[in-house]
């Protein structure tokens, strides 16, 4: 009885890391799907103007300062606009059509950009 506990957790602590991380992948993936569902698909404009970023999307348009901002980082596939408060936008490189510009609007700004090359999901 004691070989077969032992076997057991054994192979729990083996396994258990990896069975934990797909398990939170499915969780946050369908989290995700049933959620944010009708924003999938939707364009969405990002404008520099003077010391705000301007953004209209379906939902209405609104405006964040640059003093608001706190870093932005270039990855691979992805610009991220991080804020103060914790938030970040996303920005798919593949869908701009000036990425040269919208470094120069950040470091216009006094953004600190930083890049990560090398980042995956």
Do not use: C
Not at 12 to 33: C, D, E, M
């Amino acid at each position: 009885m004691t070989a077969y506990f032992g076997l057991t957790t054994v192979v729990f602590f083996l396994f258990y890391p990896w069975y934990f991380k797909w398990r939170q992948k499915v969780h946050y993936t369908k989290y995700i799907r049933r959620n944010y569902k009708n924003l999938f698909g939707r364009s969405e404009t990002l404008e520099v103007k003077g010391k705000t970023l301007h953004l209209v999307n379906s939902t209405g348009e609104g405006q964040i300062k640059a003093s608001e901002l706190d870093m932005f980082i270039e990855t691979k596939r992805h610009f991220f606009i991080e804020m103060k408060g914790g938030a970040s936008l996303i920005i798919p490189i593949y869908e701009m059509n000036d990425v040269a510009t919208l470094k120069r609007q950040m470091h216009a700004l006094k953004i600190p950009i930083q890049t990560d090359l090398d980042w995956k999901w």
